[in-house]
Every structure is written in structure tokens, then in C-alpha cells.
């Protein structure tokens, strides 16, 4: 089928979603992707910030297509030397003091178990949480999101949530109090046009949790396995060293393979009874295969370094564009500032056949590349840019 096909098929039979690229996607290999009239696209956008080991990585194609051939799926309701496996793996890169994991099968399920592990393990029932952050679009999730319209589509809302200034600890102490479950931080606020808070706020954000007994939730769909330069946002010097008490993951976990987990401390998930917590699909054995070789092939590849190293180019392309007024954010997830609009220029490089990223700030052009685009990749960034 050509373009003009598969795009009607598409809008006659699909619910509406997101207003889409007008190309088809075909085929992917690493951090390109091919349509259907052949043409080849660099993908900045990582096909929505998930393929952190760019597409198609052999050594994951390798792990799912031996797993699919043993065994596709179980639940919880059995044992599973590649689940146990894969959860072991995950707690190995894990942030010290955080080697228990939660699995299921999204970015919003993770944020909702999240914050039910946080009620069981407190006894209380409000969650915090900051403007600009998104949080995903189940009933909590979204009812913990302060971006946009967000809060609007999903309601009624969950009653019980209250929001502080992103990057303004005294509004944290403002709403902070004894009968707070926890505060849940997008510790990069990649939606709202990457936004950064200092380091010292995330350290003054733990204390405040402390001094209350509420917990600290770190949603890390985004940020987390590698995207930022290190494993994840949790325990690095970007968040002043801090550990939350529960980090919540999805996104490049699995590679494209859905699955969302929670990463949280053995006081937490001593709080967790048998059966408070369930999910049919998560912990299933494609996805966990997926998630073993996902974190192999960013370890073998060396892609947190890469991820360094990409953010450092992007720079240097910023500074000498002159057109770029501000480079924002860490590793693979980054704003470019423009003095006017960035869907004029979004639009101008997928002309060029370079896919990039809006957000919600109109002057924010965001790359979420897979952790493995060539450094050498980018000077076709540079041209388009240039033009
Ligand atoms: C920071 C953050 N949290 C949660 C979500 C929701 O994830 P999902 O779409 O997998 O439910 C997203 C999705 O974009 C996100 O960026």
C-alpha cells in the first residue's frame, strides 16, 4: 500500500489519538527508520521516546524471537526463571536501597501502582504533585498531572490531589503535610518543554517528604534506563544524589515491547500484601525477555556514554546555529529553545527527513533520540538546520 492508503485505512477505521506524522513507518534499524515509499528518516524522536536501544536492536530482536518460540506469556499466577531473571537484572542497575520491582505493562499503570504502594505503605491518601508534570492518562495519573488539558479529559478526577510549583520548594511546604501519601515529581518535565529543576531542589524536596512521612515518588518514564546519561535520573548528581522511595518506569524499558515497572525499598514492598497488587499482563515472559536484553544491549553498546556524548554535540550544534537560543535538559532527552515557534521548524526537518519532537512550551523543539545515534548521524541535523 502506498502512503494515501494506509493513511485513509488508518483515519476510516481508528479512533483518533495523536494528530500523526504524515508518513507511514515500514521498517527501523537503530536510529533509522525507513517509510512506505522507501524514504529514510533520522529518528530524533526514538519512536516516542522508547527505542533507547534504537530499532530493531539485534541483540533484542535475538532475545524476543528465542522467548516467543519457548513461551509468549504467563502471569504472576506461576514462577518464571526468565521474570525473576529480568527483575534481578533490573535491580542491578537499579539506584542503591531500591532492589524490589513491580511489573506491569505501562508508563500510567506504573504511576498508579506508584501511588497505591505509597497509600498502602502510609495509611494516607493525598498525593502531591508539580505544574507542568504529566503523569499518564488513567484516573490518578491524570488526575496527578498539572500540564495543559490533561486534568479536563480524565474527569471526574481522583479527589485527594494538590499541586506545587515545579522547582519551588517553599510551595512543596505549602501543601506538604502530615496527611500526605507521597509527592510524585517528573524529575525532568519532558512534555511541559524539558524542564529542569537544580539539584539542590530535589534534595530539599526529599527533606520535606521526610519531615512529613510522606514518600517520594520519581516518575522516570522518560528519564529513566539510560536516557539521561546514567541509568537513571534517581541517585545521580543531576538529583543531588537523592533516592526516592519508589521510581516508576516504561518507555525504552523493554525496547517497544510494552512493560512498565516500580522500582521501591524493602520497607515499601513490605507494606504490599499478596493480592493488594495484580495486573494479568505485567511480568509476562516476552516482555521481560525483552526487558534483560534491552538493559544488555545498553550495557554492551556502552549507550549511557553515548547518550553523553550526544548531549555535548547538541550543544555544540546549539551554540554555533545562532538560531537556537537554549539547549535544556540531559543526554537524550533535550530542549532546543527557538525564539518563535518550533512547529515551524519540527515541520521544516521532517521535510529534510528528520524526526523530532513539539512539546507543550510552543518554542521547545524536544529530541528524544534512541541512546545509540551515531554522533556522526548528526551533521545531517546540522544542514537541515543550517538551511
Ligand atoms: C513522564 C511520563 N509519565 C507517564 C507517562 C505515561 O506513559 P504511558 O503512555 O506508557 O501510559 C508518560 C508518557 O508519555 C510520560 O512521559
Not at 537544580?198 to 512529613?212: D, H, S, T, W
Request: charged letters at 20%; hydrophobic letters at 45%.
Amino acid at each position: 500500500m502506498n502512503f494515501e492508503e494506509i493513511g485513509a485505512l488508518e483515519d476510516r477505521i481508528q479512533v483518533a489519538t495523536y494528530a500523526k506524522l504524515p508518513i507511514a513507518v515500514q521498517r527501523g534499524e537503530g536510529a533509522w527508520v525507513w517509510a512506505s515509499e522507501g524514504e529514510k528518516y533520522l529518528d530524533l524522536y526514538g519512536g516516542h521516546a522508547v527505542c533507547a536501544t534504537g530499532h530493531s536492536h539485534p541483540l533484542v530482536v535475538d532475545a524476543i524471537k528465542r522467548q516467543a518460540e519457548r513461551m509468549i506469556f504467563y502471569s504472576n499466577l506461576v514462577y518464571s526463571e526468565t521474570r525473576g531473571s529480568a527483575a534481578e537484572r533490573l535491580a542491578s542497575v537499579a539506584p542503591d536501597g531500591l532492589q524490589k520491582v513491580f511489573f506491569c505493562s505501562s508508563g500510567t499503570e506504573a504511576n498508579e501502582n506508584a501511588m497505591r504502594m505509597a497509600r498502602m505503605a502510609t495509611g494516607r491518601e493525598k498525593i502531591v504533585s508539580f505544574s507542568g508534570g504529566f503523569h499518564g492518562r488513567t484516573a490518578d495519573s491524570i488526575s496527578a498531572t498539572f500540564l495543559g488539558k490533561y486534568r479536563e479529559i480524565g474527569k471526574p478526577n481522583v479527589p485527594g490531589h494538590a499541586m506545587a510549583e515545579f522547582g519551588d520548594i517553599e510551595s512543596v511546604r505549602a501543601v506538604v503535610d502530615q496527611e500526605t501519601a507521597a509527592v510524585i515529581i517528573e524529575p525532568i518535565q519532558s512534555m511541559a518543554g524539558v524542564r529542569e529543576a537544580p539539584p539542590e531542589f530535589f534534595v530539599e524536596l526529599k527533606e520535606v517528604c521526610e519531615a512529613n512521612g510522606a514518600l517520594l515518588i520519581f516518575d522516570e518514564v522518560q528519564t529513566g534506563v539510560g536516557r539521561t546519561g546514567s541509568w537513571f535520573f534517581a541517585g545521580s548528581e543531576n538529583a543531588g544524589g537523592v533516592v526516592p522511595d519508589i521510581v516508576s518506569l516504561a518507555k525504552s524499558l523493554g525496547s517497544g515491547v510494552p512493560v512498565g515497572a516500580c522500582l521501591t525499598n524493602d520497607t515499601v514492598a513490605g507494606a504490599i500484601k499478596i493480592n493488594d497488587l495484580g495486573t494479568t499482563f505485567g511480568g509476562g515472559m516476552l516482555a521481560m525477555a525483552a526487558v534483560h536484553a534491552t538493559l544488555d544491549a545498553i550495557e554492551e553498546d556502552a549507550m549511557l556514554e553515548n547518550a553523553a556524548r550526544f548531549e555535548r554535540k547538541v550543544r555544540e550544534i546549539a551554540e554555533a546555529n545562532g538560531k537556537i537560543t537554549g539547549v535544556r535538559g540531559k543526554g537524550c532527552l533535550l530542549g532546543l529553545e527557538f525564539a518563535g515557534p518550533a512547529s515551524a521548524v519540527h515541520q521544516r526537518l521532517l521535510e529534510k527527513r528528520i524526526i523530532t519532537g513539539t512539546s507543550s512550551d510552543p518554542n521547545v523543539l524536544r529530541l528524544l533520540p534512541p541512546l545509540c545515534t551515531e554522533i556522526a548521524d548528526l551533521g545531517l541535523l546540522v544542514d537541515a538546520l543550517n538551511d
